[in-house]
């Protein structure tokens, strides 16, 4: 039995007890870390240099620091409201800045994007991992202990638990046998707030060894505030949608352009004609089939993250084809010969195809009863059937028997179907809210499971073939080399920007599952100034996704299908859809490699690849309120958003320092409403600037605002 513990001190020594001194511990990523509970093991083995301790995790959430004092005093009230009592990973900073003791060691699987550039501790620890393959590498390390942040019910039975947000890797750990040598000691701590999402995610509480109930450890959850989207988001978003078929299976994953696809495809679910002419204007070379069809027959989503917008999909009614965890009913769906709807053509196609025995047992009845094919009243006795209180032969050929039987069921339909199925969450608070505000029969629709589920086919290919008809897997990378390889998750000289994560996963997969498309989706230039470069690149050091695996590749500039072609013609494909600054480079650099020939001149389609043109194209549509900035809302104020627009833009001028001084001569001719300006000033601190500095900083804020048409000139 699970031993219910109050504090995470006792929880630790316990271990101790059970475990030794030599702790190798496995914490999920995201947002499933209980941070109480790691951050008393962490206390302890600095009191104890005997101890050795070695944390083994991925996404270490962090509260955004500040780079300047304007930052610092921007984001100080933001940060109390959105990150409340928020307690922070107590070893995070010393091991980002390899102050670790020598007998306490982390390792990440999975690095925030960028988080580590420059950090040599972190840099070394790192280990590259396939997402599915990451419950066997922690395991290999001697991962002893599993520690899990887990939600709970108080019910008639007893305490229930549910992995609630990471069930990703848990589930493959807890599913060992306690008589395995492999299995570690498993730790849960309880989070009253975290969502307590149903079927794979719930436990028993005798899955783990101890639990933690405090309500004190109760802090506020670590919530992702909504990123605004930019016009090239959204472009891309344009294009990858329109690949994705209605009847379709969808993956997406977090950030502005996950929110831009949610965007766009309820665009083109409720606005189609809107859709369709904006789609036109974009996609001028028209190279590839699309679909600007309403989701009639819906979408599934199977991935590895379920994000704020696809939640939004699921309300909007854009995911709403339901699968089911049985060959012979999907695959009936699939082919027309059934519906969802329980009628003669089911019970028929059921017993043709041995889903429906001749004579019931008790497996094949509850089975069926699972389904809703047939009624939870009807029981079992011998060799007869209590049919709605009628004592009615065992016999599914018994036509008396089947007009029964289906009096009772006529024109329901199939229970247990759902949307979705995903590893983990993460998102802002309004997400969680809304997570913990379903209804039970919403609860039933969305599983969260294992991503040896949701990132691969190997556990059930017959079954999981069937439910990802028409699967787009979309993802981001960060370059393109001109033979079709991508790099997503480090640098050419090694230095590890994120991870691979399940990538690679879904881009296998793509390959290997009928009639499904990897979709990599790439901002088609990085930087700004004298900085700007292209992220379509003749050649790079560094590879993510293999050439020979190139499938599709969108930018903000069009869609380049790469599966199947030549080495030219993928060369081609990718320049037509690169920056137009750097078009003539990339030309030359594959002429030079005999790629592309020496008289080969781009097409007219590609010839005004340009931020401006795509700019004019989205204006319209992002005025009329299509192409929000945040599309699905902000924790900011309208004053904040403001703020937060113009300091940006400020930061960016420092890239350009011929424009940052034309800016800062600009500034410092206008003069500004005074007394509208003084609420913006007091909140960034720079109503009474003490030097040179801040009185240009004040200035270009000043300038900034108007231009948003948030100040009058005065």
């Not at 109050?6 to 702790?23: A, F, M, P, W, Y």
């Not at 840099?123 to 997402?131: C, F, M, V």
């Not at 639990?211 to 990123?227: C, I, S």
């Not at 699968?323 to 769906?333: E, K, P, R, S």
């Amino acid at each position: 039995m699970a031993e219910i513990l109050n504090s995470t001190q006792e929880c630790v020594e316990r271990t101790i007890e059970r475990q030794g001194k030599d702790l190798v511990i496995a914490a999920p990523l995201g947002l499933g870390k209980p941070v109480q509970l790691l951050n008393a093991f962490y206390e302890r083995a600095l009191s104890d240099p005997t101890l050795s301790l070695h944390i083994v995790t991925a996404l270490c959430l962090e509260v955004p620091k500040p780079a300047s004092d304007l930052e610092a005093a921007f984001l100080a009230p933001l940060r109390q409201r959105l990150f409340g009592d928020y307690e922070e990973l107590s070893f995070y900073a010393p091991y980002r800045d390899a102050r670790l003791p020598d007998n306490i060691r982390v390792t990440e699987l999975y690095l925030r994007a960028g988080s580590m550039k420059g950090r040599p501790a972190a840099q070394r620890s790192y280990i590259a991992s396939n997402y599915t393959h990451i419950a066997r590498d922690m395991l290999d390390l001697g991962v002893n202990v599993l520690v899990q942040l887990v939600a709970c019910r108080d019910e008639e039975e007893g305490l229930a638990l549910s992995l609630s947000s990471n069930a990703d890797l848990s589930l493959e750990i807890l599913d060992l046998p306690r008589a395995s040598r492999r299995r570690p000691l498993c730790l849960a701590q309880i989070h009253a707030d975290l969502p307590y999402m149903e079927l794979d995610a719930e436990v028993p509480v005798n899955a783990f060894d101890l639990v933690v109930r405090n309500k004190a450890y109760d802090r506020t959850l670590f919530a992702v505030p909504n990123a605004s989207v930019p016009a090239r988001d959204y472009a891309m978003a344009m294009h990858a949608s329109s690949l994705i078929p209605d009847g379709g299976t969808l993956q997406i994953g977090i950030g502005a352009l996950g929110d831009a696809l949610a965007q766009v495809c309820i665009l083109r679910e409720e606005k189609g004609e809107a859709y369709s002419s904006l789609l036109d204007k974009l996609d001028r070379a028209k190279s590839t089939p699309r679909h600007c069809e309403a989701f009639s027959k819906g979408l599934y989503v199977s991935t590895e993250m379920l994000v704020n917008g696809v939640l939004h999909l699921v309300e909007r009614g854009v995911v709403k084809r339901r699968v089911y965890d049985n060959l012979t009913l999907q695959q009936g769906i699939n082919e027309g010969s059934i519906s969802k709807r329980i009628d003669e053509r089911l019970f028929v196609y059921a017993r043709e195809h041995g889903l429906m025995p001749r004579q019931l047992d008790k497996g094949s009845l509850e089975h069926l009863q699972h389904w809703g094919i047939l009624p939870a009243e009807v029981k079992l006795g011998g060799d007869r059937l209590s049919i709605d209180g009628s004592g009615m032969p065992n016999d599914m050929d018994d036509a008396e028997v089947r007009d029964a039987l289906l009096a009772m069921v006529d024109g329901d339909v199939l229970r247990n179907g759902r949307l979705l199925h995903a590893g983990f969450f993460l998102g802002p608070r309004d997400f969680y809210q809304r997570l913990r505000d379903l209804t039970p029969r919403q609860r039933k629709e969305i599983c969260m499971t294992g991503v040896r589920r949701t990132n691969q086919l190997l556990l059930d290919y017959p079954l999981y073939s069937a439910q990802r008809q028409g699967a787009r897997f979309i993802n981001t990378g960060m370059l393109v080399s001109l033979d079709g390889s991508v790099a997503s998750d480090a640098l050419e000289d090694g230095t590890v920007i994120s991870g691979v994560g399940g990538q690679y996963n879904f881009v296998a997969m793509a390959h290997d599952l009928p009639g499904a498309r990897s979709i990599l989706c790439i901002r088609s230039t990085r930087g700004e100034g004298k900085q700007l470069q292209s992220n379509v690149v003749s050649s790079y050091g560094y590879t993510t996704i293999p050439r020979h695996l190139r499938d599709i590749v969108v930018t903000e500039y069009g869609v380049a299908d790469l599966r199947g072609q030549s080495d030219g013609e993928v060369a081609r494909r990718l320049i037509n859809i690169a920056d137009g600054r750097f078009q003539e480079d990339l030309l030359i650099a594959a002429r030079d490699r005999g790629k592309i020939p020496q008289d080969y001149a781009l097409p007219e389609s590609a010839k005004r690849n340009t931020p401006e043109h795509l700019t004019a194209i989205m204006a319209p549509y992002r005025k009329a309120g299509m192409l929000p900035d945040y599309p699905f809302g902000t924790d900011l104020s309208e004053q904040e958003l403001a703020l937060a627009a113009s300091l940006k833009a400020i930061k960016s001028l420092s890239h350009d320092p011929a424009h940052f001084i034309a800016n800062t001569f600009r500034a410092l001719l206008h003069r500004a409403d005074a007394e509208a300006a003084r609420p913006f000033l007091e909140r960034v601190q720079l109503d009474h600037p003490d030097t040179t500095r801040e009185f240009i900083l004040q200035q270009l804020l000043l300038l900034q605002l108007e231009e948003r048409g948030v100040l009058k000139v005065s």
